[in-house]
């Protein structure tokens, strides 16, 4: 309700209003700053402007939830992470064919690249052709994009969700010899008062080059000596470490989204090291750059 008055106020006169962010604040009711903002970009109609700056509201609620260790809500209205989430089959066609179907403001517009696509058990052929196809395989004909299916179908009944790896292994795609980069070995020194340096090996169409750099982290070192080797304009935009549930042990799986000339490329790595998992997504992405010579 306080979102709804803090409107009808705004509405009636009032040039002022006390918002918070991720619903912080000294006492309940407080409005929502991304709510009513979002609610007059949508409605120009309502003749309010705020002058506000949407496209910093994720991030923003992101630096808040972090400096103040307090989680956003899944289901939050705008910031929460599910806020543009489709997992329903009828949903995730619906926004692939026109995102404003069931969005009525573009997620760019408070700063989140894209809507997410989550493949569950309730998601259609649309959506499994979609993120394929992000993943460069093609489906040849409807036959074998529906036998996919099936099998997608059942893999989704054991399972919540399905991510990048599980549909490469319903493709039958694997990392193979054809390749045109592989990571040979990596060596990374990292801990409290040291400096992170990383000494990596590609093979790069069966030629051997060696790089090696510091950085803020292991990571970072890591990336910057593979760029030493792979000259091409790269921009990491999101690294993901999926949750380890057996032990330490556990195989370690990282998903990464590398940004090339415009395009957003998806990568996938396994290791029971982090980093040579992080390195193996990041190599992936960059295996399906569409260039002919690295």
Known sequence: MATANTV??????????????????????????????????????????????????????????TLMNMPVQPNKAIVGKNAFAHSSGIHQDGVLKNAST????????????????VLTARSGRAALKHRLSVLGIEMES????????????????????????????????????????????????????VTPIAAIRLKVANEVFEAAATGNGPVDASVKALKQIIHRQMELKELTIQAINKGSDDLCKVHVQVEHEGTIYYGFG?????????????????????????
């Open 8 to 65: 009808a106020g705004v509405l009636n006169g009032a040039r002022q209003v006390e918002v918070t962010i991720n619903g912080i604040g000294e006492r309940a009711g407080n409005t929502s700053l991304e709510e009513v903002t979002m609610i007059f970009k949508t409605h120009p109609d309502l003749g309010i402007e705020t002058n506000i700056n949407t496209q910093k509201i994720w991030p923003t609620s992101r630096m808040v939830s």
């Open 102 to 117: 069931y969005e009525i403001m573009d997620p760019k517009d408070v700063g989140i690249d894209e809507n997410a696509i």
């Open 142 to 193: 409807q036959e074998q994009l529906d036998k996919l299916y099936e099998k997608f179908l059942e893999m989704a009944d054991k399972k919540k969700q399905l991510g990048d790896e599980d549909l490469l292994v319903l493709a039958g795609v694997t990392n193979s010899g054809d390749n045109l980069v592989k990571l040979d070995s990596l060596q990374v020194t990292s801990g409290k008062g």
């Open 270 to 294: 396994s290791n029971t090291d982090i980093v040579t998992a992080t390195m193996e997504a990041y190599i992936d992405c960059i295996n399906k750059f569409k260039v002919a010579k690295l």
